[in-house]
């Protein structure tokens, strides 16, 4: 997260790519509530989750065993976002490792 911190202090702006890349490595490194933190931190600066965000966050959660908030967060998605197979196959892989 410093990393993003030095960004929004140069010239450059945060995008959700760079966002995406860091929710990803957040959540790689079990570090879901962090990941979740930075998810919010984007919205509030405007900054609309896509596809990859949702979908790194359901890995996240998968990652440590949080399989309903998995399937809540896609349900939460598919309110605004149209889902693509990444999400799904995320999901059930998910599922299967339970």
């Given at each position: ?26 959540g790689k490194d079990k570090l879901v509530n962090d990941a ?61 490792k339970e």
């Open positions: 997260m410093q990393v993003l911190n030095k960004i929004e202090g140069s010239l450059v702006k945060p995008d959700v790519v760079m966002y995406n890349t860091i929710i990803d490595s957040l979740f933190n930075l998810y919010s931190e984007m919205i509030v600066k405007g900054i609309s989750p896509d596809v990859i965000t949702y979908t790194t966050l359901v890995n996240s959660l998968c990652i440590v065993g949080h399989l309903k908030e998995a399937i809540a967060l896609l349900n939460e998605m598919l309110k605004s976002i149209i889902p693509n197979v990444c999400i799904f196959s995320t999901l059930i892989d998910g599922l299967c």
